[in-house]
Nanobody, 117 residues
Framework: VQLQASGGGSVQAGDSLRLSCAVS????????IGWFRQAPGQEREAVSC????????YYAAAVKGRFTISRDYVADAVILQMNDLKPDDTGTYYCATSCTGRPYDYWGQGTQVTVSS
């Protein structure tokens, strides 16, 4: 099983980014897929999660209404659409095969998001 996160970049506040977590080696529906982020000097935090094809989704309070998570069955990827980005959204974004981010989950390599004011 491999996860590959991509789509990060440096943007201005109010801009949008679309992160992709490409899943290979297993069916896209085999796992819940979560997005997490870690800012310098801070602990990793959960951002959003899709539990299954038709199951519930989760959003951290700080991103609710601005971020949308979805599954792309053509690309075998989980997409995190991030709108109205804020400087506090800056960090390295990771995807993993759970909604809680356990050490033994499969993890993507991370993609950097930098939002300037």
């Amino acid at each position: 099983v491999q996860l590959q996160a991509s789509g990060g970049g440096s943007v201005q506040a109010g801009d949008s980014l679309r992160l992709s977590c490409a899943v290979s080696g297993v069916a896209l529906d085999a796992y819940a897929i979560g997005w997490f982020r870690q800012a310098p000097g801070q602990e990793r935090e959960a951002v959003s999660c899709t539990s299954s094809r038709d199951g519930p989704t989760y959003y951290a309070a700080a991103v609710k209404g601005r971020f949308t998570i979805s599954r792309d069955y053509v690309a075998d990827a989980v997409i995190l659409q991030m709108n109205d980005l804020k400087p506090d959204d800056t960090g390295t974004y990771y995807c993993a095969t759970s909604c809680t981010g356990r050490p033994y989950d499969y993890w993507g390599q991370g993609t950097q998001v930098t939002v300037s004011s």
